[in-house]
């Protein structure tokens, strides 16, 4: 059991680290269609997680860089900070410093949804209610804004 379960950890692990962001993107745009009518905490969970993910491979997959070494770039990046990942991916793709293209409250927002997302997992535990609609849309907007940054197809607003 446990070395199947292993196997299969590292199958998704590479799959993912394979992807095109375009690919990667429709993975998170089902998953945000489900996580629609989540509760809170994981909505939360799931919009950070979906910007880390889609972040990731844009560094990953930056133009220019082989297919052939993706599995090594993820290697390099995987643990890295949502924040990171956003502000290299925009950095790799030409675009305007994350504070700049999101404004600083969303910037400020979009890191504290991360912090919120570590307490909430790491934590097991939840804020109140009324906090997380600042921060899912924060994450919606950073979101939108790297999917536009690396040329993607646009989220429809009701999934972002």
Wanted: aromatic content about 6%.
């Amino acid at each position: 059991m446990v070395d199947e379960l292993q196997e299969e950890l590292e199958q998704l692990r590479l799959t993912y680290a394979t992807s095109r962001p375009a690919a990667r993107l429709g993975v998170i745009r089902q998953r945000l269609a489900r996580a629609q009518a989540e509760f809170g905490p994981t909505r939360l969970v799931t919009v950070v997680s979906a910007v880390e993910a889609l972040a990731r491979s844009l560094v990953v997959h930056a133009p220019g860089r082989p297919a052939s070494s993706s599995h090594f770039r993820y290697e390099q990046v995987c643990m890295q900070a949502p924040l990171d990942l956003v502000e290299g991916a925009l950095r790799l793709y030409g675009a305007d410093p994350a504070v700049d293209l999101f404004g600083q409250e969303t910037w400020q927002l979009f890191e504290l949804a991360h912090r919120y997302r570590n307490l909430v997992v790491h934590e097991c535990t939840y804020p109140d209610q009324d906090k997380y609609p600042a921060l899912v849309a924060a994450c919606e907007r950073v979101l939108q804004g790297l999917v536009t940054a690396g040329g993607l197809p646009r989220l429809v607003a009701a999934q972002a």
